[in-house]
């Protein structure tokens, strides 16, 4: 059976731990309306993807 021979330290453990945290989102400025929107993603106050017209939200 595998069994460790030392115990592992909090330094060790949390510097193995170090890249599970999660990141925060990131945002894009939408060119039509210029509101904050995901990258990547239809504006939600005008609809716009790339340029286009994808969706037609009530004003």
Do not use: W
Request: proline share 3%; hydrophobic share 25%.
């Amino acid at each position: 059976m595998a069994v460790p021979k030392k115990k592992t330290s909090k330094a060790r453990r949390d510097k193995r731990r170090s890249h599970d945290a999660l990141k925060l989102p990131s945002f894009s400025i939408c060119t039509k309306c210029g509101q904050s929107t995901r990258s990547h993603h239809i504006c939600a106050n005008c609809g716009t993807y790339d340029g286009k017209q994808i969706i037609d939200v009530k004003e």
